[in-house]
């Protein structure tokens, strides 16, 4: 069965710090993995896509690394800002259309 | 705004209830895809069009539920005889039919979401 793992579900961190979240998968075949953002009541907005040969890609404050031989992923965050607080869901696709979303991790960055 | 749209952004309905939602995709996307979303949880897939062709339904998708896609544009959802457990977030996303230029026309668009509750 296709399934994605996030940890950890919930996170608090001060304005101003860095953080990982981890993302495990074991959808096959794998054809690209995205990261989303999603504020609470909205859609989900995507911050990165890689697929199988990639193993990073940056958007300014996040970058997403790929290790696809151990089907893992992380989203680091960088100087987090108040904004920054939201869900953080890992995708993962077994061909183009279908996804596989994961149950997310639930930032919150204080002042 | 050329984004994903959504109607309405909120729906409160009584058990039993019919209700239908709709959804206005990015022009020329020709792919369209609805989800679930629960409180605390990720979206889960209930069903894709590409153009006006249904292709693909999930099991989530209960003889209650229907979509269509008339005219290869807009698409609406529909629940009939609401139940308790259909409360959650329906989203709508569409994306742009593959090409080999890359990756990003793998993307999907997110709508909002419509927000239903069921009483």
């Known amino acids: 069965k296709n399934q994605v793992e996030q940890s950890p579900q919930s996170l608090i961190i001060l304005e101003g710090k860095n953080c990982t979240l981890q993302?495990?998968?074991?959808?096959?075949?794998?054809?690209?993995l995205r990261w989303y953002k999603q504020d609470t009541g909205r859609g989900p907005v995507s911050l990165t896509i890689?697929?199988?040969?990639?193993n990073t890609k940056s958007n300014g404050r996040y970058t997403a690394t790929l290790d696809a031989d151990t089907k893992q992923s992380s989203l680091h965050i960088t100087a987090s800002q108040l904004s920054d607080s939201a869900s953080y869901i890992c995708v993962v696709s077994a061909y183009s259309n279908m996804l596989t979303f994961g149950g997310g991790t639930r930032l919150m960055v204080k002042p | 705004d050329t984004g994903v749209s959504q109607n309405p952004r909120h729906k409160i309905t009584k058990r039993g209830q019919n209700v239908t939602f709709r959804c206005d995709p990015i022009s020329e996307h020709n792919r369209l895809y609805w989800y679930r979303q629960t409180l605390g949880q990720g979206p889960e897939f209930l069903t894709y069009?590409?153009?006006?062709?249904?292709?693909?339904k999930s099991r989530l998708l209960s003889d209650r539920f229907s979509a269509e896609r008339p005219k290869g544009s807009f698409s609406t959802l529909e629940i009939q005889r609401t139940e308790q457990g259909d409360s959650a977030m329906y989203l709508c996303?569409?994306?742009?039919?593959?090409?080999?230029?890359?990756?990003?026309?793998?993307?999907?668009?997110f709508g909002p979401g419509t927000r239903l509750t069921v009483t």
């Open positions: 890689m697929t199988f040969s990639e």
């Open positions: 069009f590409q153009n006006e062709a249904q292709l693909e």
């Open positions: 996303a569409s994306s742009p039919h593959p090409s080999r230029q890359g990756h990003s026309s793998y993307e999907q668009y």
């Open positions: 993302c495990n998968y074991t959808v096959s075949p794998f054809s690209n």
